[in-house]
């Protein structure tokens, strides 16, 4: 499936910024399941300095320096990707075997499981949580049951809730109440399979949305969103998985960025220096291309 994507991200301020600093993660790395043929990020006011990097999980990166006072700041992102994501073929590992084998393996890279074992702050373990998941995982069955069942269990079991929760509301706050966006149940998900000793990562992206029949899509209708990639094993891979709505991460689900929690991934992070308030637009734009 080809896409042509654009990511709009307005700011507007009751006072003049007079600095901006910020990390943005909004270009598509190219990977196994996805390739990008062209990006850009424009930038109005235009930075001082824009420093390029890669981050540790090989997410592209721009480090950016505001220093033009400034009442709105428009962060626009385009790229076309080409998404290639086949549905896993199950092996038959245990996700005992597969917990063994990521404990051992001593592959340090992005691709590799040992990063996403443990424990981060908006992941932690909470014993509730692995409660939940253990059962979805009795002993001896098939990794990719397991966490399709668990996938599907968050689904039935909690309510998206706009208004429920924020950015920073604690996972253990989200699952206690039940409620709670995309983010929640994936660090929920993510929560549960570390607490089992299994490797999950944090992913953010944009899923395609369907109109229904005889509407136009609407144009900035998407959104970013939120899933999780679990490591089932050497030969599987990493397979994602996605809570909120129940289907496995293929060519309807467009990797941004992936990390341990949502403080990786985050599409925009930053510091401004106003006295005021601010006011945020984003419009997300997926379209297929024939």
């Known amino acids: 499936m080809r896409y042509r994507l654009t990511h709009r991200t307005t700011y507007r301020y009751d006072q003049p910024v007079t600095f901006a600093q910020c990390v943005l993660r909004l270009s598509p790395a190219s990977s196994p399941r996805q390739s990008v043929a062209g990006d850009r990020v424009d930038i109005s006011p235009a930075p001082a300095r824009i420093e390029p990097q890669i981050g540790p999980f090989g997410e592209p990166t721009l480090r950016v320096r505001i220093d033009t006072p400034h009442k709105r700041l428009v962060i626009t992102a385009t790229s076309r990707i080409e998404v290639h994501a086949a549905r896993p073929r199950p092996d038959g590992?245990?996700?005992?075997?597969?917990?063994?084998?990521?404990?051992?393996?001593?592959?340090?890279?992005?691709?590799?499981?040992?990063?996403?074992?443990?424990?981060?702050?908006?992941?932690?373990?909470?014993?509730?949580?692995t409660d939940y998941a253990r059962a979805s995982f009795p002993p001896g069955r098939p990794i990719l049951d397991a966490a399709?069942?668990?996938?599907?269990?968050?689904?039935?079991?909690?309510?998206?809730?706009?208004?429920?929760?924020?950015?920073?509301?604690?996972?253990?706050?989200?699952?206690?109440?039940?409620?709670?966006?995309?983010?929640?149940f994936a660090h929920i998900m993510i929560c549960g399979l570390r607490g089992l000793g299994l490797p999950a990562a944090y992913v953010s992206g944009y899923l395609r949305t369907v109109a229904p029949a005889g509407q136009a899509r609407l144009i900035g209708a998407d959104a970013t969103h939120a899933?999780?990639?679990?490591w089932c094993g050497a030969e599987v891979g990493?397979?994602?998985?996605?809570?909120?709505?129940?289907?496995?991460?293929?060519?309807?689900?467009?990797?941004?960025?992936?990390?341990?929690?949502?403080?990786?991934?985050?599409?925009?992070?930053g510091l401004i220096l106003t006295p005021?308030?601010?006011?945020?637009?984003?419009?997300?734009?997926?379209?297929?291309?024939?």
């Open 93 to 129: 590992l245990s996700w005992e075997s597969v917990r063994t084998d990521a404990m051992a393996s001593r592959d340090l890279s992005a691709s590799g499981p040992s990063a996403f074992l443990y424990p981060t702050a908006a992941a932690p373990l909470v014993p509730a949580i």
């Open 148 to 184: 399709e069942d668990l996938m599907r269990r968050i689904k039935a079991d909690f309510v998206y809730d706009d208004e429920a929760t924020d950015v920073s509301t604690p996972a253990a706050e989200a699952f206690a109440t039940r409620r709670g966006v995309c983010q929640d």
């Open 227 to 230: 899933w999780v990639q679990l």
């Open 238 to 269: 990493w397979v994602g998985f996605d809570p909120t709505n129940a289907l496995l991460a293929l060519d309807d689900h467009v990797v941004l960025a992936v990390g341990r929690d949502y403080a990786d991934a985050a599409p925009i992070k």
């Open 276 to 290: 005021g308030a601010q006011a945020l637009t984003v419009e997300v734009d997926l379209a297929p291309e024939a």
